[in-house]
């Protein structure tokens, strides 16, 4: 990506962004949703460092979105003694 952008260039993106985003929770999504979509999002980065980064805070703040209710009963079940 150029480093030189233009305001306006910045606001028509910036614009375009929102309208996306508008688009998704029209869709209905949840929070769960919501953080495997930045997850999915992060990975098409072009940059490597920012998509590893992006994709590690995801996963680290919001592991429900990796979770299976499977994978947790599995961990709820090996708590009992």
């Given at each position: 990506?150029?480093k030189?952008?233009?305001n306006e260039?910045l606001?028509?993106?910036?614009?375009?962004c929102?309208?996306?985003?508008h688009?998704i929770?029209?869709?209905g999504?949840?929070?769960?949703?919501i953080?495997?979509?930045i997850y999915?999002l992060?990975?098409?980065?072009?940059?490597?460092?920012?998509?590893?980064?992006?994709?590690?805070?995801?996963?680290?703040?919001?592991?429900?979105?990796?979770?299976?209710?499977?994978?947790?009963?599995d961990?709820?079940?090996?708590l009992i003694?």
């Amino acid at each position: 990506m150029n480093k030189f952008v233009t305001n306006e260039k910045l606001a028509e993106e910036s614009t375009y962004c929102r309208e996306v985003l508008h688009e998704i929770f029209k869709l209905g999504i949840n929070q769960r949703q919501i953080a495997k979509l930045i997850y999915m999002l992060s990975l098409e980065l072009e940059n490597q460092v920012c998509s590893v980064e992006v994709a590690a805070l995801v996963k680290k703040h919001c592991p429900d979105a990796f979770l299976s209710k499977e994978d947790n009963a599995d961990e709820s079940s090996s708590l009992i003694v």
